[in-house]
Nanobody, 122 residues
């Protein structure tokens, strides 16, 4: 199973950017997909996710500016980012809990995408 994230880049403060992540491989089912980020010199933090009730949940620092969405039919998750600030500069990672087919039977594991860099210039 692979998570492929895309959409990062350089944007001016106040601008917008959208990230995409698609899961591929021997997928039986996807339990959740969400977004994390890691700024230079800082720990990885959760940015946006869906709760068990399928409602959206955001880090306080991005609430009102970022929107997470999901396309279950295409094993994809998106992050729409508006009013970007310099402190949003980070590598953004998609993350998922997935049940996987295997020769030895199905198993469940969490997976990380390779990360996509978002740089916000002030």
């Amino acid at each position: 199973v692979q998570l492929q994230a895309s959409g990062g880049g350089l944007v001016q403060a106040g601008g917008s950017l959208s990230l995409s992540c698609v899961a591929s491989g021997s997928i039986l089912s996807i339990d959740y997909m969400d977004w994390y980020r890691q700024a230079p010199g800082k720990e990885r933090e959760l940015v946006a996710t869906f709760t068990s009730a399928e409602s959206e949940n955001y880090a306080g620092s991005v609430k009102g500016r970022f929107t997470i969405s999901r396309d279950k039919a295409h094993n994809s998750v998106y992050l729409h980012m508006n009013s970007l600030k310099s402190e949003d500069t980070a590598v953004y990672y998609c993350h998922a809990g997935i049940s996987v087919f295997s020769d030895r039977g199905p198993y469940y594991d969490e997976f990380w995408g390779q990360g996509t860099l978002v740089t916000v210039s002030s």
